[in-house]
């Protein structure tokens, strides 16, 4: 469809006969997956109740647009960068195929920083950097957002659920050449430290509180065994990605958008 029929029909899209809105609403839905991406040119001819009458178009088109482009997390090794792609698909599909920003240059741009600020900074430099001088935080008061489980969002609104702040901590870490994986922690995702020196647990949604070997006593409650196991073990990419895909599915349940919560579903079912 070129952009003059396409101009016509946005024109004709809020008709006063409810035929020719139904005819246009058919016509949009078969346009594309880009369908949002060429409306930017547009902008001029929309308003709210156009928005109103799309949106259910470009949802679909979204959850369509994920499906099809998740074969480059699958057919990724099982590495960090998996988990990366993987985040962000995740923050495309949220914010619309329109959304120019890239996680990477966000990522990247925040690892310079550090760098430049903190040359010879660790890990634990690298925690209080994110946590506390940018004051990147746990979503306490939202903590079921479907948002919390994207990476862009995290770092312009600052906060997050435990396994993005932990990702973007490991997502930043790897960019300066550090060891930092994932703790696969009942109920609380953690970051895991691994040096030379020492492995340690970081508590990315409580402001990056460092949890030493003598402290999981504490954490166990009586379980110090099992908990043990689970803090011994390094979770692989599929297992967080996983992890991250059924809390999405959770989240969109919880407002009840069950066509989002089931794209979740089917997607944790490929890894």
């Given at each position: 469809?070129?952009?003059?029929?396409?101009?016509?029909?946005?024109?004709?899209?809020?008709?006063?006969?409810?035929?020719?809105?139904?005819?246009?609403?058919?016509?949009?839905?078969?346009?594309?997956?880009?369908?949002?991406?060429?409306?930017?040119?547009?902008?001029?001819?929309?308003?709210?109740?156009?928005?109103?009458?799309?949106?259910?178009?470009?949802?679909?088109?979204?959850?369509?647009?994920?499906?099809?482009?998740?074969?480059?997390?699958?057919?990724?090794?099982?590495?960090?960068?998996?988990?990366?792609?993987?985040?962000?698909?995740?923050?495309?599909?949220?914010?619309?195929?329109?959304?120019?920003?890239?996680?990477?240059?966000?990522?990247?741009?925040?690892?310079?920083?550090?760098?430049?600020?903190?040359?010879?900074?660790?890990?634990?430099?690298?925690?209080?950097?994110?946590?506390?001088?940018?004051?990147?935080?746990?979503?306490?008061?939202?903590?079921?957002?479907?948002?919390?489980?994207?990476?862009?969002?995290?770092?312009?609104?600052?906060?997050?659920?435990?396994?993005?702040?932990?990702?973007?901590?490991?997502?930043?870490?790897?960019?300066?050449?550090?060891?930092?994986?994932?703790?696969?922690?009942?109920?609380?995702?953690?970051?895991?430290?691994?040096?030379?020196?020492?492995?340690?647990?970081?508590?990315?949604?409580?402001?990056?509180?460092?949890?030493?070997?003598?402290?999981?006593?504490?954490?166990?409650?009586?379980?110090?065994?099992?908990?043990?196991?689970?803090?011994?073990?390094?979770?692989?990419?599929?297992?967080?990605?996983?992890?991250i895909l059924s809390n999405l599915s959770n989240s969109y349940s919880k407002i009840n958008h069950l066509e989002n919560k089931e794209l979740f579903v089917r997607l944790g079912k490929t890894l």
């Amino acid at each position: 469809m070129d952009s003059n029929k396409l101009s016509y029909m946005l024109d004709l899209l809020d008709d006063d006969s409810q035929e020719v809105r139904d005819e246009i609403i058919r016509q949009l839905s078969t346009y594309g997956l880009y369908l949002e991406i060429d409306l930017k040119e547009f902008s001029e001819l929309m308003n709210e109740q156009k928005q109103i009458l799309l949106s259910p178009i470009l949802e679909e088109n979204r959850r369509s647009w994920l499906e099809q482009n998740w074969v480059n997390v699958l057919e990724t090794s099982d590495t960090i960068d998996k988990i990366e792609i993987a985040m962000d698909l995740i923050s495309k599909f949220q914010y619309g195929l329109d959304d120019t920003r890239e996680l990477a240059d966000k990522l990247d741009g925040i690892a310079d920083v550090f760098r430049n600020k903190i040359p010879y900074g660790d890990e634990i430099d690298l925690a209080t950097f994110l946590f506390q001088e940018i004051g990147i935080k746990g979503d306490q008061e939202n903590y079921y957002n479907p948002f919390n489980s994207n990476a862009i969002f995290a770092l312009t609104e600052k906060k997050g659920n435990p396994i993005t702040l932990c990702l973007i901590y490991a997502f930043i870490g790897d960019r300066l050449g550090f060891n930092i994986t994932g703790c696969n922690f009942p109920g609380h995702f953690l970051a895991k430290v691994i040096n030379e020196d020492e492995h340690y647990l970081v508590d990315c949604f409580n402001g990056g509180k460092i949890i030493y070997e003598s402290d999981v006593s504490e954490l166990a409650k009586g379980s110090e065994d099992s908990i043990a196991h689970i803090i011994s073990e390094i979770p692989t990419a599929a297992i967080i990605i996983k992890r991250i895909l059924s809390n999405l599915s959770n989240s969109y349940s919880k407002i009840n958008h069950l066509e989002n919560k089931e794209l979740f579903v089917r997607l944790g079912k490929t890894l």
